[in-house]
C-alpha cells in the first residue's frame, strides 16, 4: 500500500510538470528512438582523462640509531676491526595516495600530505607500469606537491581547465585510487564554490563535489565534461572515513602557481606580499561602516615599506575585489591574490568612506629583511634542539605568522629535544627572555647559554602573545 502510494504521488508531480512545461503527461514517456538515446556515457571523457591519472606510493625508513660502543676499539676487536654501520632496521612509515601528470615531461601534481616527510616515491601509471619520482617541491601552504618522473615518457598528461569558470550544478568527474583498490572514477556535480573553513591549506577556497571521494583519492584528478583538470582532490568531511558527498578539491588555477615554480625549476613557491594584515568583515563591523552587509575585507594594519604602503591602501579600507573577481573574506582574497603573477600589476577595488577606488598594486614577494641566519640550538637549556631563525616578511609569509612583525622565530623542532619537551613548536615567534628583547638568533643563543633554573618567556602563537616559565 505504501509503495503504490508513493507511485501515485510520483504520477500527480509529473503530471504537474508536464502542465507546467506545456505538455502533457503521457508526452514524457517516450520509447528511446535510437541506440545513442539509451547508451549516454562518460565513456569518452573517461578514456582522454584516466591515463593521466597515476597512483603514488609513498615511503620512509627510520634508519636506527648507531650504538656509541660501534666506536669502541676494544669492542671492535670483537668484529676483526671493521667498522659497522648503522641497520636500516627502523619503523617504516608509509602513505598512500593519486597523483596527475600534468606536464609531457613526467611532470605529477599530488598532496602535499601524501608525500609529507617521505624520502622514497613511486608512481604506477594507468599501464601498470611502476615508476620511481623524485619529489621536485612540497609547498604545504596549498597541501600541494611536484614529482618527476625519473624514467620513461614522454608521458600523456592532462590539460589543464578554468577553475575560474566553474558553476555551480556542473557535471565532474573524482579519478583517483579510493582505498588502494585500483583506479577508479566517480560522477557528480559542483556542489559549491569558494569553500572556506575547510582545513589542510592555507588558502581555503575549495571547489565542493559530490563525486564520491574516499582515503587514496587524495592528490587525484576532478575533471570536466572536456576531460580537462579542474581540481586536485584533497578532502573530505565525514565522520566515519568514507564519502558521504561531501568532497573538497584545490582549484586548477591555484595548482597552477604551483606548477609553474616547480618548471621554473624552484623549490619553493614565489608568491605576492600584500604588505597588510586583513580581517573578517563582521556584521557589527558592517553596521558600523554603514553597509547592508558583511562583506569583503577590512584592512586591519599596513606595514611600512611594503606594496600596498606604496599603492596607498589605508587601515580601515574594504577591499571588495581583485581584477574584478568580488571577494567575501580574507580567504577569498588570499587565493585570488597568490593566483598572480610577481611582476605583474593588479587592480584592487576598495570601499572607502562610502566611495568605491580602484587601487593598483605592484606584486613583488616578501624580502628576506634581515637575513634568515638559522641557528639550531644545542646547549643544555630547555630551548636545545630548536632552530631558529631571524623574523623578515619572507618569513612570515612562509609560515603563517600574523599579528607581530620582529623577533625569533623557531622554523623546527627536533622530536624528543629539549624544546620540543618544552612545548615549542615550529612557528612560535620568541619575543622576550627574562626582561630582555628578542631581535637575532645570536642574540637568543646568548642568552640561553646561560645556566637558569626557569626562563621567563615571552612568545606569540597563533597571533596570540603568552607569556609562561619554562624549566632549565
Known sequence: MKSLTSRRAALVVLAFVGSCCGAAADDLRTVPQAR???????????????????NVYASRTDRQARNPLFDDPVFQQFFGGGRSTPRPG??????????????PSGLVVTNYHVIDTMTDVKVALSDKREVA?????????TDLAILKL????????????????LEV?????????????GQTVTQGIVSGLARTQVGGSDYQFFVQTDAAINPGNSGGALVDMHGRLIGINSAIYSQSGGSVGIGFAIPVNLVKTVIESAKAGGHDVRRPWLGATLQVMSRDIADTLGLDRPTGALVASVLDDGPAKDAGLRSGDIVMAVDGQSIDDPDGFGYRFATKAIGSVTSLTVSRGGKTIIVPIKLTTAPEVPPREPIKLKNR??????TVVNFSPAVAEELSIQGVHDGVVVADVDPGSNAAEAGLAKG?????????????????????NLNRSYYHLTLSRGGQVVQTEIGG
Do not use: C, W, Y
Open 150 to 165: 625519473k624514467t620513461g615518457g614522454p608521458f600523456q598528461s592532462m590539460d589543464l581547465g578554468d577553475s575560474d569558470a
Open 133 to 141: 619520482a623524485d619529489i621536485v617541491l612540497r609547498d604545504k601552504r
Open 381 to 386: 637549556s630547555p630551548f636545545s634542539g630548536a
Open 36 to 54: 545513442s538515446d539509451v547508451l549516454m556515457s562518460f565513456s569518452p571523457v573517461v578514456k582522454k582523462a584516466q591515463p593521466s591519472v597515476v
Open 90 to 103: 627502523g619503523p617504516t612509515a608509509q602513505s598512500l595516495g593519486s597523483g596527475v601528470i600534468v606536464d
Open 428 to 448: 612560535d615567534v620568541i619575543l622576550g627572555l627574562e626582561n630582555d628583547q628578542i631581535t637575532s638568533t645570536k642574540q637568543l643563543e646568548r642568552a640561553t
Open 169 to 181: 550544478g556542473d557535471l565532474v568527474l573524482a579519478i583517483g585510487d579510493p582505498f588502494g583498490v
